[in-house]
């Protein structure tokens, strides 16, 4: 027992210097793309959103977690930028439009994004994809003769391989493009105002920013917007709605996702509804089982009446009756004589006279072919006094 508890101590230490060690070592690194103004990981926005002032001084920035067109319908005319910043720029066709609308006025609206949904691609007639340098960095330029064409910008982590590999070149001003002279930053002039796009959003993130040529590149690229007192920071497709945290956001902002959940659904339902039409019957009502004891012993007791066979019925009441007298008293019930009749009165406390007369019975039993009424009644009566007597 000693020893068991010296087993014991030592596990529990064990135990407890790795919980502390796991405590206490370093938290890997999160790697994850959020690209959310809120996340101070490697490739959230925490930075820039925090630090855009340095590029507008004195504008108000505010973040909005809703659709394009709820933010500039909510806050009128008022002149300003709009910043979009996210892996998958899905915008539909009432916020495109309202957001051209937003552009000709004089706003400026800027979009970083890798993917940018189907109907803003179509409408521009812009296609965007991907080159992954596995053993080289990807420098990227500015090419506009207002911009410094000269400087390269190499970001490890392969966060500037994105390109737009097509694009309206009759409306579309090339901005920027990577070493391999592939356009990935590009221009819409709409009215008095123009739409900018950017396929490499990474290249906006804390990783990114904390960097001296990435902050220089950040900041060249969205000082070609108008200077503005008011920014409008979207987080709606990084975060979507305030209080829609749910993973079925996904799927329902999707159109090509919203319609498999719905078939997937109503394919389920029908399958369960056709199954329980299918399987599910009536179970039926199962009435308990009746204590018939008093029946079979009806039964049995007319089958006996019927015979009228008073021996058969004596010799199994004898046979019984003596059965109970060895299992009971532990007596020996081969000799029925005198000290059998002696012993059994003593250890019953039945009268001596009583057993007496049922060891006569017995033995006339025993000895006779048959058995009258009045005997079998008289056998009967004193069998149950013997009981009564016996009781403690």
């Known amino acids: 027992m000693k020893d068991f508890k010296i087993y014991v101590i030592i596990a ?9 060690a796991q405590y206490n070592r370093p938290q890997p690194v999160d790697w994850t793309q959020t690209l959310k103004n809120s996340d101070k990981i490697p490739f959230g926005t925490y930075v820039l959103y925090n630090r855009i002032t340095d590029i507008f001084p004195g504008a108000k920035v505010r973040a909005y977690r809703e659709p394009a067109y709820n933010v500039i319908n909510d806050n009128g005319d008022q002149q300003s930028v709009y910043i979009v910043i996210c892996s998958n720029a899905n915008i539909n066709e009432y916020d495109y439009n309202k957001l ?5 006025k004089g706003n400026d609206v800027f979009i970083a994004s890798s993917n940018f949904g189907a109907y803003i691609s179509k409408k521009l007639g812009i296609e965007t994809n991907s080159d992954f340098f596995a053993d080289r960095e990807n420098p990227i330029r500015f090419v506009n003769k207002n911009l410094d064409t000269t400087a390269l910008y190499n970001i490890d982590k392969n966060v500037s391989n994105n390109y737009f590999s097509k694009f309206d070149t009759a409306r579309a001003v090339v901005l920027g493009v990577n070493d391999d002279h592939k356009s990935n930053f ?6 008095k105002g123009a739409i900018y796009l950017n396929a490499n959003p990474l290249m ?24 503005t007192n008011n920014i409008f920071w979207d987080e709606y497709y990084t975060q979507g709605r305030v209080g829609e945290e749910s993973l079925m956001r996904v799927f329902l902002r999707n159109t090509e996702l919203k319609s498999a959940l719905y078939i997937a659904f109503f394919s389920l339902l029908i399958f369960v509804l056709y199954e329980v039409k299918r399987r599910q019957r009536i179970i039926p009502i199962i009435e308990p089982l ?12 007319q089958v006996y009446y019927e015979q009228r066979n008073n021996l058969n019925i004596a010799q199994k009441k004898t ?10 008293y532990y007596l020996k019930t081969s000799m029925l004589n005198d000290e059998f009749v002696s012993m059994l009165s003593q250890k019953s ?28 009644i008289s056998l009967n009566q004193n069998i149950e006094q013997f009981y009564i007597q016996s009781r403690p």
Do not use: H, M, P, W
């Not at 009268?351 to 007369?357: E, T």
């Open 319 to 328: 046979t019984y009756f003596l059965e109970y007298i060895r299992t009971r």
């Open 290 to 301: 009746n204590n018939s004891t008093v029946e079979f012993a009806n039964v049995v007791g």
């Open 100 to 104: 051209l609308a937003y552009v000709k």
């Open 186 to 191: 590009i221009k819409y002039g709409i009215g």
């Open 204 to 227: 906006f993130t804390n990783y990114t920013l904390l960097q001296a040529k990435g902050a220089a590149y950040a900041a060249i690229a969205l000082s070609c917007l108008k200077n």
């Open 12 to 20: 529990s230490v064990l135990l407890l210097v790795y919980l502390v």
């Open 349 to 376: 406390g039945v009268d001596s006279a009583l057993v007496q007369v049922l060891i006569a019975q017995f033995i006339t039993i025993r000895n006779n072919e048959q058995v009258s009424d009045k005997e079998l």
